[in-house]
């Protein structure tokens, strides 16, 4: 029996085939998955912010890209992912509500996907599919048996990038 | 720092009364504008990690009508007032005079409507909680959207996010059993707002 592991906002979870790790009503969050197609091991990692570095100390710090991905990067490898196979996945950034004149925190989406990218090419971590922008929540998830990363939707369907 | 304040059990009960009464307000005005009678419950007042607000609304996946406003002035706070989808298309068909199941979708109309009522429901609250406080605070034009109700949180938290770990919460349910419509109003101050209405509000 597949196990479903959930991943709350803000949160990351990491784990081995049969597993499949699934994050609820992303909107202008991002679900960024790492995972090793060989020994079948990754993680989920659900950000809500771009930077640690512009926001007051926090006690959680998977609620950032620039701090969230470097520890789930740990405990995947920890888990016995070889780094060099590591691939990683990225969905969400969407600005749900359309504003005349939107503030920087309207456009959180953007920066977080923006984020998101720079820091996982700082880490060295390729990007191989990338479902970003729009205005519409997601789930996301990724089954550990094969990588498939699907990203549903209210309205505009469900796919697997 | 303010996600550390730890507020009394007095300053919850000032907090409840005047989430009470701009709800209570809130209330009547929706009742006269549809013309049906609106319950609601006591409101909510609660300091609660972020993560855990999308569990108040039925879970992020569960799809619901969002309408946002901003809130300016002396205490910045935000306004989501949220309806189970079901509930959002049955108040468009009060609304709108249609008879209840027509609305499936919305349209154009159907938005502004009920974007309506979000101001509507935000004015009355927001006179509430000016003759407490004598804080004037002004309500953004509304924004709609229907999606998940995790998503349409992230907007709300994010900005929380960058402050704190936790968020005040003044919530009330608005009720109108005859028709099945329900709703939640959340008036979420900004962290730095906080101290702001503790201070207005003059309770130890």
Redesign the interface.
């Known amino acids: 029996m597949a196990d479903l592991i959930r991943v709350g906002m803000a949160d990351y979870k990491v784990g081995s085939a049969p597993s499949t790790i699934i994050s609820y009503g992303l909107g202008s969050c991002i679900g960024i998955s790492l995972y090793d197609p060989q020994a079948k091991i990754g993680g989920l990692l659900h950000i809500m912010l771009p930077d640690s570095t512009q926001a007051r100390p926090t006690e959680n710090p998977a609620k950032f890209a620039d701090t969230g991905l470097p520890l789930m990067l740990k405990d995947v490898l920890a888990l016995g992912a070889n780094r060099a196979r590591l691939v990683a996945k990225i969905a969400g950034g969407a600005q749900m509500f359309a504003f005349q004149n939107a503030t920087d925190i309207m456009r959180v989406g953007t920066r977080n996907a923006e984020a998101a990218k720079k820091i996982l090419k700082d880490l060295n971590i390729k990007i191989i599919a990338e479902d970003t922008g729009g205005t519409y929540g997601r789930t996301v998830s990724i089954d550990l048996n094969d990588g498939v990363y699907k990203v549903k939707t209210i309205d505009k369907g469900e796919k697997e990038i | ?1 303010t ?1 550390e304040l730890n507020l009394s059990a007095n300053q919850l009960d000032a907090l409840r009364e005047i989430g009470n009464v701009g709800a209570g307000n809130s209330a009547t005005a929706l009742s006269q504008v549809i013309n049906r009678r609106i319950d609601m419950n006591v409101p909510k007042v609660s300091m609660v990690p ?2 855990v607000v ?1 569990d108040l609304v039925g ?3 569960a ?1 619901v009508v ?1 309408i ?1 406003m901003r809130v300016y002035g002396k205490a910045p706070s935000n306004i989501l007032f949220l309806l189970p989808q079901k509930s959002a298309f049955y108040l468009v068909d009060t609304l709108m005079g249609k008879p209840r199941g027509q609305t499936t979708s919305l349209d154009f109309m159907d938005e502004s409507a009920l974007m309506e009522i979000g101001n509507i429901l935000s004015g009355a609250y927001l006179n509430a909680f000016f003759t407490f406080t004598q804080i004037t605070m002004l309500p ?2 509304p ?13 709300v ?3 929380l ?5 936790r968020a005040l919460v003044i919530e009330t349910e608005f009720l109108s059993e005859d028709d099945g419509i329900n709703g939640q109003f959340f008036l979420v101050p900004d962290p730095g707002s906080l101290e702001t209405i503790i201070h207005a509000v003059g309770v130890e």
């Open positions: 720092m996600d972020l993560e999308p879970g992020p996946d799809v969002g946002f953004s034009i924004a709609l959207a229907m999606d998940m109700a995790g998503a349409l949180l992230n907007v938290l994010a900005q996010g960058q402050m704190g770990d």
